[in-house]
Protein backbone atom coordinates (compact mmCIF):
# COMPACT_ATOMS: atom_id res chain seq x y z
CA UNK A 1 0.00 0.00 0.00
CA UNK A 2 0.96 3.41 -0.74
CA UNK A 3 1.70 5.13 2.17
CA UNK A 4 2.61 9.10 2.28
CA UNK A 5 3.59 11.60 4.71
CA UNK A 6 2.95 15.33 5.22
CA UNK A 7 5.97 17.76 6.23
CA UNK A 8 4.44 21.35 7.49
CA UNK A 9 7.37 23.97 9.01
CA UNK A 10 5.70 26.63 10.93
CA UNK A 11 7.17 29.87 12.67
CA UNK A 12 4.90 32.69 13.95
CA UNK A 13 2.31 31.66 12.36
CA UNK A 14 -0.95 32.72 12.71
CA UNK A 15 -3.77 30.18 13.95
CA UNK A 16 -5.75 30.66 11.09
CA UNK A 17 -3.37 29.83 8.46
CA UNK A 18 -2.20 26.84 9.60
CA UNK A 19 -5.64 25.81 10.03
CA UNK A 20 -6.40 26.20 6.83
CA UNK A 21 -3.42 24.29 5.62
CA UNK A 22 -3.83 21.55 7.76
CA UNK A 23 -7.44 21.20 7.01
CA UNK A 24 -6.40 20.71 3.30
CA UNK A 25 -4.09 18.25 3.94
CA UNK A 26 -6.73 16.23 5.83
CA UNK A 27 -9.20 16.31 3.08
CA UNK A 28 -7.02 15.14 0.38
CA UNK A 29 -8.82 12.17 -1.22
CA UNK A 30 -5.85 10.32 -0.97
CA UNK A 31 -5.14 10.21 3.18
CA UNK A 32 -1.55 10.76 4.26
CA UNK A 33 -0.25 8.89 6.80
CA UNK A 34 1.16 10.81 8.98
CA UNK A 35 1.37 15.22 9.57
CA UNK A 36 4.15 16.23 11.04
CA UNK A 37 3.88 20.08 12.36
CA UNK A 38 7.31 20.97 12.92
CA UNK A 39 7.51 24.63 15.55
CA UNK A 40 11.18 26.25 14.73
CA UNK A 41 11.04 27.73 18.00
CA UNK A 42 8.00 30.49 17.45
CA UNK A 43 8.34 33.26 19.85
CA UNK A 44 4.43 32.02 20.66
CA UNK A 45 4.59 28.41 20.94
CA UNK A 46 1.93 26.63 18.13
CA UNK A 47 -0.80 24.34 18.85
CA UNK A 48 -2.99 22.66 16.78
CA UNK A 49 -6.50 23.96 16.16
CA UNK A 50 -9.32 21.70 17.35
CA UNK A 51 -10.70 22.25 14.18
CA UNK A 52 -8.16 19.53 13.25
CA UNK A 53 -7.73 17.00 15.95
CA UNK A 54 -6.65 14.08 14.13
CA UNK A 55 -4.54 11.27 15.10
CA UNK A 56 -2.34 11.71 12.41
CA UNK A 57 -1.31 14.98 12.96
CA UNK A 58 1.67 15.29 15.39
CA UNK A 59 3.36 18.58 16.43
CA UNK A 60 7.31 18.94 18.21
CA UNK A 61 9.13 22.31 18.80
CA UNK A 62 12.37 23.04 18.02
CA UNK A 63 14.26 24.48 21.08
CA UNK A 64 15.84 27.02 18.83
CA UNK A 65 14.96 28.64 15.35
CA UNK A 66 16.92 26.71 13.11
CA UNK A 67 15.30 27.31 9.67
CA UNK A 68 13.18 25.69 7.05
CA UNK A 69 15.57 23.16 6.13
CA UNK A 70 16.17 21.61 9.79
CA UNK A 71 12.71 22.11 10.63
CA UNK A 72 11.75 20.18 7.40
CA UNK A 73 15.21 17.25 7.77
CA UNK A 74 13.49 16.61 11.90
CA UNK A 75 10.31 15.53 10.38
CA UNK A 76 11.83 13.79 7.81
CA UNK A 77 13.70 11.87 9.75
CA UNK A 78 10.92 10.67 11.67
CA UNK A 79 9.23 9.43 8.50
CA UNK A 80 9.16 5.96 7.24
CA UNK A 81 6.89 6.68 4.24
CA UNK A 82 7.32 5.94 0.55
CA UNK A 83 6.47 9.19 -0.34
CA UNK A 84 6.83 13.08 1.77
CA UNK A 85 5.22 15.86 0.87
CA UNK A 86 6.52 19.45 2.17
CA UNK A 87 3.96 22.06 2.55
CA UNK A 88 3.91 25.65 3.70
CA UNK A 89 1.64 26.89 5.90
CA UNK A 90 -0.50 29.27 3.94
CA UNK A 91 -0.72 27.42 1.24
CA UNK A 92 -3.74 25.11 0.71
CA UNK A 93 -3.48 22.30 -1.82
CA UNK A 94 -6.55 20.66 -3.85
CA UNK A 95 -8.46 17.75 -2.78
CA UNK A 96 -6.73 15.46 -5.49
CA UNK A 97 -2.98 17.19 -4.82
CA UNK A 98 -1.17 14.19 -3.40
CA UNK A 99 -3.62 11.62 -5.90
CA UNK A 100 -2.14 13.28 -8.52
CA UNK A 101 1.23 13.70 -7.66
CA UNK A 102 1.81 10.21 -6.30
CA UNK A 103 0.20 9.03 -9.67
CA UNK A 104 2.67 11.28 -11.75
CA UNK A 105 5.98 9.31 -9.51
CA UNK A 106 4.73 6.12 -10.23
CA UNK A 107 4.40 6.72 -13.95
CA UNK A 108 7.88 8.17 -14.13
CA UNK A 109 10.22 6.44 -12.26
CA UNK A 110 13.29 8.62 -12.57
CA UNK A 111 11.39 11.32 -11.15
CA UNK A 112 12.54 12.16 -7.39
CA UNK A 113 10.61 15.28 -6.60
CA UNK A 114 6.91 17.26 -8.91
CA UNK A 115 5.23 20.09 -7.96
CA UNK A 116 2.10 21.78 -9.37
CA UNK A 117 1.25 25.44 -9.71
CA UNK A 118 1.00 27.90 -6.94
CA UNK A 119 -1.54 30.36 -7.32
CA UNK A 120 -3.01 33.12 -5.16
CA UNK A 121 -6.75 32.80 -3.34
CA UNK A 122 -7.04 36.30 -4.00
CA UNK A 123 -5.38 38.62 -7.05
CA UNK A 124 -5.08 42.44 -6.23
CA UNK A 125 -1.79 44.50 -7.53
CA UNK A 126 0.99 42.96 -5.56
CA UNK A 127 -0.40 39.44 -6.80
CA UNK A 128 -0.49 40.41 -10.01
CA UNK A 129 2.97 42.02 -9.40
CA UNK A 130 4.33 38.76 -7.80
CA UNK A 131 3.30 36.66 -10.32
CA UNK A 132 5.06 38.55 -13.07
CA UNK A 133 7.92 39.06 -11.24
CA UNK A 134 8.57 36.42 -8.82
CA UNK A 135 6.89 32.90 -10.09
CA UNK A 136 7.59 31.16 -13.31
CA UNK A 137 4.75 30.57 -15.67
CA UNK A 138 5.14 26.55 -15.97
CA UNK A 139 1.83 26.73 -18.39
CA UNK A 140 -0.60 23.89 -19.44
CA UNK A 141 1.98 20.56 -19.88
CA UNK A 142 3.83 18.53 -17.63
CA UNK A 143 7.70 18.96 -18.23
CA UNK A 144 11.10 18.69 -16.82
CA UNK A 145 12.32 21.88 -14.23
CA UNK A 146 15.05 23.14 -12.57
CA UNK A 147 13.43 22.61 -9.29
CA UNK A 148 11.09 22.42 -7.13
CA UNK A 149 9.07 25.92 -5.24
CA UNK A 150 9.47 24.85 -1.62
CA UNK A 151 5.94 25.75 -0.92
CA UNK A 152 4.47 22.63 -1.88
CA UNK A 153 6.53 19.82 -3.19
CA UNK A 154 6.45 16.00 -3.26
CA UNK A 155 9.15 13.71 -2.86
CA UNK A 156 10.24 10.04 -3.21
CA UNK A 157 12.11 9.01 -0.17
CA UNK A 158 14.75 7.30 -2.20
CA UNK A 159 15.79 10.62 -3.95
CA UNK A 160 15.84 12.64 -0.23
CA UNK A 161 17.83 9.81 0.91
CA UNK A 162 20.06 9.94 -1.91
CA UNK A 163 21.15 13.29 -1.28
CA UNK A 164 20.57 13.14 2.71
CA UNK A 165 18.04 15.55 3.07
CA UNK A 166 18.08 19.11 2.97
CA UNK A 167 21.36 21.16 3.75
CA UNK A 168 20.81 23.33 7.15
CA UNK A 169 22.77 26.62 5.81
CA UNK A 170 19.99 27.21 3.81
CA UNK A 171 17.66 28.62 6.79
CA UNK A 172 14.87 30.81 4.84
CA UNK A 173 15.83 30.67 0.95
CA UNK A 174 17.12 28.80 -2.02
CA UNK A 175 16.61 25.49 0.18
CA UNK A 176 14.96 23.99 -2.54
CA UNK A 177 17.17 24.44 -5.51
CA UNK A 178 19.75 23.60 -3.29
CA UNK A 179 18.26 19.78 -2.83
CA UNK A 180 16.76 19.24 -6.89
CA UNK A 181 20.35 20.23 -7.91
CA UNK A 182 22.03 17.95 -6.05
CA UNK A 183 18.97 15.54 -6.58
CA UNK A 184 19.71 16.02 -9.81
CA UNK A 185 23.30 15.33 -9.71
CA UNK A 186 22.36 11.61 -8.12
CA UNK A 187 20.27 11.02 -11.97
CA UNK A 188 16.95 12.13 -10.06
CA UNK A 189 14.81 14.30 -12.22
CA UNK A 190 12.54 17.34 -10.92
CA UNK A 191 9.22 17.51 -12.80
CA UNK A 192 6.56 19.97 -12.71
CA UNK A 193 3.07 18.53 -13.12
CA UNK A 194 0.40 20.36 -15.35
CA UNK A 195 -2.69 18.98 -13.34
CA UNK A 196 -4.16 19.74 -9.65
CA UNK A 197 -2.97 22.74 -7.68
CA UNK A 198 -2.33 24.58 -4.36
CA UNK A 199 -4.01 28.26 -3.36
CA UNK A 200 -1.53 30.21 -1.55
CA UNK A 201 -3.78 32.47 1.07
CA UNK A 202 -0.85 34.83 1.86
CA UNK A 203 -1.37 38.42 1.73
CA UNK A 204 1.48 39.67 0.07
CA UNK A 205 2.63 43.23 0.66
CA UNK A 206 5.24 45.59 -0.50
CA UNK A 207 7.53 45.00 2.43
CA UNK A 208 7.21 41.04 2.05
CA UNK A 209 7.64 41.77 -1.55
CA UNK A 210 10.99 43.44 -0.74
CA UNK A 211 11.82 40.75 1.17
CA UNK A 212 11.52 37.84 -1.57
CA UNK A 213 12.80 40.16 -3.82
CA UNK A 214 15.84 40.72 -1.82
CA UNK A 215 16.82 36.99 -1.31
CA UNK A 216 16.32 36.76 -5.19
CA UNK A 217 19.22 39.17 -5.73
CA UNK A 218 21.45 36.72 -3.70
CA UNK A 219 21.38 38.37 -0.66
CA UNK A 220 20.79 37.41 2.87
CA UNK A 221 19.68 40.15 5.21
CA UNK A 222 21.25 38.36 8.45
CA UNK A 223 24.69 38.34 6.65
CA UNK A 224 27.01 40.99 5.93
CA UNK A 225 27.24 43.75 3.26
CA UNK A 226 28.66 46.60 1.88
CA UNK A 227 25.73 49.34 2.03
CA UNK A 228 26.83 50.67 -1.42
CA UNK A 229 27.21 47.35 -2.77
CA UNK A 230 23.16 46.08 -1.86
CA UNK A 231 22.19 50.21 -2.95
CA UNK A 232 23.88 49.79 -6.19
CA UNK A 233 22.18 46.37 -7.03
CA UNK A 234 18.68 47.15 -5.61
CA UNK A 235 19.36 49.89 -7.64
CA UNK A 236 20.39 48.69 -11.09
CA UNK A 237 17.20 45.84 -10.06
CA UNK A 238 14.93 48.98 -10.00
CA UNK A 239 15.98 50.34 -13.41
CA UNK A 240 15.83 47.59 -15.13
CA UNK A 241 12.20 46.51 -13.97
CA UNK A 242 10.81 49.96 -14.46
CA UNK A 243 12.23 49.92 -18.06
CA UNK A 244 10.55 46.77 -19.26
CA UNK A 245 7.20 47.74 -17.25
CA UNK A 246 7.36 51.30 -19.39
CA UNK A 247 8.50 49.52 -22.76
CA UNK A 248 5.39 46.80 -22.57
CA UNK A 249 2.81 49.59 -21.03
CA UNK A 250 2.62 48.11 -17.48
CA UNK A 251 2.21 51.34 -15.94
CA UNK A 252 -0.02 50.17 -12.86
CA UNK A 253 3.41 47.96 -11.88
CA UNK A 254 5.58 51.56 -11.22
CA UNK A 255 4.62 52.51 -7.97
CA UNK A 256 5.05 48.75 -7.16
CA UNK A 257 8.22 48.62 -8.16
CA UNK A 258 9.50 51.79 -6.50
CA UNK A 259 8.00 50.12 -3.14
CA UNK A 260 9.83 47.37 -3.53
CA UNK A 261 13.09 48.99 -4.24
CA UNK A 262 12.74 51.83 -1.05
CA UNK A 263 11.41 48.63 0.81
CA UNK A 264 14.59 46.64 0.47
CA UNK A 265 16.94 49.68 1.43
CA UNK A 266 14.35 49.58 4.67
CA UNK A 267 14.92 46.08 5.61
CA UNK A 268 18.77 46.36 4.86
CA UNK A 269 19.20 49.31 7.79
CA UNK A 270 16.94 47.63 9.77
CA UNK A 271 18.61 43.93 10.10
CA UNK A 272 21.96 45.68 10.08
CA UNK A 273 24.64 45.71 13.51
CA UNK A 274 23.29 48.75 15.33
CA UNK A 275 26.78 50.40 15.20
CA UNK A 276 27.90 52.53 12.55
CA UNK A 277 31.19 51.02 11.82
CA UNK A 278 29.58 48.07 11.07
CA UNK A 279 26.72 48.99 9.34
CA UNK A 280 28.18 50.95 6.61
CA UNK A 281 31.00 48.12 6.61
CA UNK A 282 32.66 48.62 2.66
CA UNK A 283 33.48 44.99 2.92
CA UNK A 284 31.21 43.25 0.30
Same mark, same amino acid.
Given at each position: MTTIDIVIPAYNEKAEALEATLLGCLQQSMPASKIFVIDDCSVQPISIPKSCADPRISLARLPFNAGISIARNTAIQKSSAEFIACINVEVVPETDWLQVCIDYLKQHSQVGACFTVVVP?? !?? !??????? =???? !? $?? +? #? #?? =?? #??? @? $? +?? @? +???? =?EALQAVKGYRAEFQRILEDRDICVRMQEQGWETHYVAKSRCLTIQKDTWLELARKQVGRQGFELEREYSFLVFFQACLWDLCHRLGRNLFKGRIKFIFIDFAVFFGSVLLFIRTRPTTKEHRWSTKA
Open positions: HK !ID !IFSQWKM =RFHE !I $PY +G #T #TS =RQ #TEF @A $P +GN @A +GLFR =R
